[in-house]
């Protein structure tokens, strides 16, 4: 896993985007126990086996040790980021047919 990106913008909004092995980025929120990947769907939410993910733990042990590489970005690049994360295009329709990681 690379090292994860605390995605900033005025310095009062942030997320960090921890990209998995496959390469896929995943934003996370601070404070937050949620990842969207794969492993948190059916290891956590659905197989109760794990209390979080990689992602997460990596993300958490950024904030904590300062060592995650901080990326100041405009509005438009911060909403771009959260609608990615979200799967929404620009006007807020789900890009996904069937979203199976809603529970």
């Known amino acids: 896993m690379h090292v994860p990106q ?16 496959s ?4 934003t996370l929120f601070p404070g937050v126990n949620y990842c969207p990947c794969p492993a ?8 109760q086996i794990f209390l979080t993910c990689k992602h997460v733990l990596t ?11 901080n990326l100041s970005v405009s509005v438009e690049e911060l909403t ?3 609608c990615a994360a979200a799967n929404l295009d620009r006007v807020g329709v789900n890009n996904e047919p069937n979203p199976t990681y809603l529970v």
């Open 6 to 21: 605390e995605v900033t913008y005025n310095l009062c909004l942030y997320c960090y985007q921890v990209t998995g092995s």
């Open 80 to 82: 771009r980021i959260l």
């Open 23 to 26: 390469g896929i980025p995943y």
């Open 40 to 47: 948190y769907r059916y290891q956590v939410i659905s197989g």
């Open 59 to 69: 993300a958490r042990l950024a904030e904590i040790t300062q060592k995650g590489r």
